[in-house]
Nanobody
Framework: QVQLVESGVGLVQAGVSLRLSCAAS????????MVWYRQAPGKQRELVAL???????NHADSVKGRFTISRDNAKNTVYLQMNSLKPEDTAVYYC???????????????WGQGTQVTVSS
């Protein structure tokens, strides 16, 4: 059984920093992608940042220059460093991993439970 456990829930003021982490546990052969999404009230879920097993990174335009995704492959953990937070960053942040449980198994999609980030002005 694979679980993604997020941490870093926060109520912060605009301008400060916060780091989210997401650790994948269970029987895992490999993780291809680790991704952060977010969903603000009344809005669709959007991709925030993605990192591949090889370290290729992509950030949404709305967070470029402020957020940085990183990954510790040995710990199956992904991080999201969020700097200069704005009220519009308020959302539930979800961790997603595309992974294989064993050699030759198909890639599967797993999600964390979501963590609330609230940025006050």
């Amino acid at each position: 059984q694979v679980q993604l456990v997020e941490s870093g829930v926060g109520l912060v003021q605009a301008g400060v920093s916060l780091r989210l982490s997401c650790a994948a546990s269970g029987t895992i052969f490999s993780i291809s992608f680790m991704v952060w999404y977010r969903q603000a009230p009344g809005k669709q879920r959007e991709l925030v940042a993605l990192i591949t097993s090889g370290g290729r990174i992509n950030h949404a335009d709305s967070v470029k220059g402020r957020f940085t995704i990183s990954r510790d492959n040995a710990k199956n953990t992904v991080y999201l460093q969020m700097n200069s937070l704005k009220p519009e960053d308020t959302a539930v942040y979800y961790c997603n991993a595309v992974l294989r449980l064993r050699v030759g198994s198909p890639a599967s999609d797993y999600w964390g439970q979501g963590t609330q980030v609230t940025v006050s002005s």
